[in-house]
């Protein structure tokens, strides 16, 4: 039985979160991994109606999605760079949450705000310096991403199975390792590098409860180890799903090749491609975040399934290397 201080902390079964993910993660596939067992995170644009703008109201509507397939412990995701962070702090406290995960930006007072209200936080962060702010800014666990996760990523570029263990040396809290985990294996080797818990985004794009349309699920049961591109490496490195030449990925990443300036990249980005590439699921005019780690979908099973192939496959996989590591050598 896999347990750690994460467990007892969120008071979840397994060490699984579901990352917090931009118009993807709506109320049904954080429900459903919540009623698995992991802990499931509502985003606030997930599973945004076409044509709506109205965030707070979607937030709220996904909260209740979710509360709907579960009674087991449930989170959000916040994202500071968001203007209206301090409304969807406020709504997620009046709706009673108690997990909360904040990503891009400084600990510090939201994190004593939120904490007031009994609620845990856990901070996303890319490098051991800013792992070390947000201990001292009195967060309750700290999440380490690495440069194969899906999304955005920290300028640094640092992949996850060198910057976990530091991680874990430099902090005192349970950490949380992000980026490139996507079956129980990956799970396990987070725990070996000293990890007490993992955080899937990816993986869980591809399942019946992600708001993903239907062909980024398609595309991404088509990729292989290849299947993925980072653009925009000096304003915001983000990985996203390969489509062909004719991607919006591929031609942003090649104009940047070629050096076009920032104000020109700025310019063709514009804005809504996350939205057209995730919920249109057109990927010549937008863009979906994935992570390197696709290679390793196969299928489109429920969210729930991909909790309980995770721990098994893990549990087997620790039973094998015990057996392996208590057999004896050959010279
Ligand atoms: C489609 C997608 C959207 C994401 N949006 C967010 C987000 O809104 N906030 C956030 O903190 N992280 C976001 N992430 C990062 C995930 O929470 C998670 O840390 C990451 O996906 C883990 O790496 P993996 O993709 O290799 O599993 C996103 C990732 C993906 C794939």
Redesign the pocket.
Known sequence: MIKSRLCDLLGIEYPIVQ???????GGELAGAVSEAGGLG?V?PDGAMPQGSMDILGNFRKQIALARARTKKPLGI?V?MMRPQVRDMVELALEEGLKIF?V??GAPGELTRHIQQHGARVLH?VATVHHAQRAEAAGVDAV?I??F?????NAFQETPTMPLVPQVVDAVRLPVIA?????DGRGLVAALALGAEGV???????ATVESA?HPRVKQLMVQANDTGTIVTAHSLLPT?CLRLGPDGFAERLADMEFHGISQDEMLKFIGAGRARIG?LDGDLNEGE??????VGLVKDIPPAGEVVRRMMQEAEEVIARLGQRLAAPQRR
Not at 19 to 25: C, D, L, P, Q, T
Not at 199 to 205: E, K, L, M, N, S
């Open positions: 990352g917090g993910m931009a118009w993807v993660a995170l985003t995701n994202t995960s990503s891009q996303v999440i991403e690495g194969e996760a899906g999304g955005h992000a980026g490139g985990i996507g955080q899937v985004g990816t993986r869980f794009v993903a990985r995730h979906a975040y994935c992570g390197a780690v």
